[in-house]
């Protein structure tokens, strides 16, 4: 993930990964690093099969070890899957603690932290995968769904509306209807689910700075109060 912050969980795990392919680890570094070796073995098998299609013993091989180890840390295929959309939803809580560092006016803050949501979710093709996973896969796990809804996805909404209602206080964003700012956040979607259908056949992957630029000024017409 493009996401790596110097003491974060996620930058951490990228790290203990790079250790171990550049040098030989010991026996208990090598048995602390597995769980991840087996979440990020799933997440590759859950993305070329489905969960319906998904073998534990391919994943195993993928591995390196036999189906058997694999339960010894996750006790049924469900509970892998579960384990492997936590694992991987994790860097949205880590973005959320970035976002409280940023300083400037609302509208400055706003676009920071669409920004980071754009390389995150648009750009990143680990989190463009799980968001299919998650589509495809949402009506098997509908509570899983609604726990990661709740756990990663909300505070982020809550963190644009709260940005929304600060502009339109201090007068720097007009009146807008706060109650349906997931419009803000809608064009970061679409262009990933396009990406997701389309691959580049249809759909060319949008320059980035092209795109933001065309994005905030549209968004920020739409938001900033005219001067008398």
């Known amino acids: 993930m493009k996401l790596c912050v110097a003491g974060t ?3 951490a795990i990228r790290e203990a990964r790079q250790t171990a392919a550049q040098k030989k680890i010991t026996r208990a570094e090598q048995k602390a690093l597995r769980p991840i070796q087996i979440l990020d073995a799933a997440f590759e098998e859950f993305v070329r099969s489905g969960f319906a299609g998904t073998r534990v013993e391919d994943i195993a091989d993928r591995v390196g070890v036999t189906k058997g180890t694999v339960y010894v840390y996750f006790e049924t295929k469900e509970k892998l899957f579960e384990a492997m959309i936590h694992h991987f939803s994790v860097p949205f809580q880590e973005l959320l ?3 409280e560092s940023l300083s400037g006016s609302a509208a400055d803050r706003l676009i920071s932290i ?3 949501l754009y390389e995150q979710i648009a750009e990143d093709r680990t989190t463009r995968e799980l968001t299919r996973l998650v589509i495809a896969e949402g009506h098997r796990f509908p509570d899983l769904i609604d726990r990661h809804h709740d756990q990663f996805i909300e505070p ?3 963190k644009v509306d709260a940005l929304i209602l600060e502009g339109v206080a201090s007068g720097e964003f007009r009146e807008v209807p706060v109650e349906f700012s997931d419009i803000v956040v ?4 679409t262009t990933t689910v396009l990406r997701l259908i389309f691959d580049d056949r249809r759909v060319p992957t949008p320059n980035k700075e ?3 630029r065309a994005y ?3 968004l920020l017409n739409g938001l900033l109060a005219k001067p008398h």
């Not at 809608?186 to 979607?189: E, G, K, S, V, Y």
Request: hydrophobic content about 75%.
């Open 114 to 116: 669409l920004a980071l």
């Open 216 to 218: 905030f000024d549209l």
């Open 156 to 158: 982020i909404i809550a």
């Open 97 to 99: 603690g970035i976002t």
């Open 186 to 189: 809608a064009p970061i979607l």
């Open 210 to 212: 092209a795109f933001l």
């Open 9 to 11: 969980r996620a930058c």
